[in-house]
């Protein structure tokens, strides 16, 4: 059984930094990539950024992208999402998922592990 658990999540002002940080634990296969989407109330869960196996390549939607930073300890089951300059539109529940793919995957049906997700609000 794998267990993945997200923190870090709160209330900041527009402009403002939050880091997230997910921890995976459990039987899980390999190498594996690791990511997180998120949801806003009323909309589907959206990618927002992805990290291999080794960290050697990453990626980001374009909502996000040059503002949010993804990050992971080589061999570990440790992921980090830095975010700076939040905006209003960035509130949402934050979700990390265990990838079924070394690469990085960007479409949900292949992240296997699913996170509780944590509440990100940003004041305008």
């Known amino acids: 059984q794998v267990q993945v658990v997200e923190s870090g999540g709160g209330l900041v002002q527009a402009g403002g930094s939050l880091r997230l940080s997910c921890v995976a634990s459990g039987r899980i296969d390999w190498p594996y990539s690791m990511g997180w989407y998120r949801q806003a109330p009323g909309q589907e869960r959206k990618f927002v950024a992805g990290i291999s196996w080794n960290a050697s390549d990453v990626k980001y939607s374009d909502s996000v992208k040059g503002r949010l930073t993804i990050s992971r300890d080589g061999g570990k089951k440790t992921v980090r999402l830095q975010m700076n300059s939040l905006r209003p539109e960035s509130t949402a529940v934050y979700f990390c998922?265990?990838?079924?793919?070394?690469?990085?995957?960007?479409?949900?049906?292949?992240?296997?592990?699913w996170g509780q997700g944590t509440q990100v609000t940003v004041s305008s």
């Open positions: 998922a265990v990838g079924a793919t070394t690469d990085v995957p960007d479409v949900s049906y292949l992240y296997s592990s």
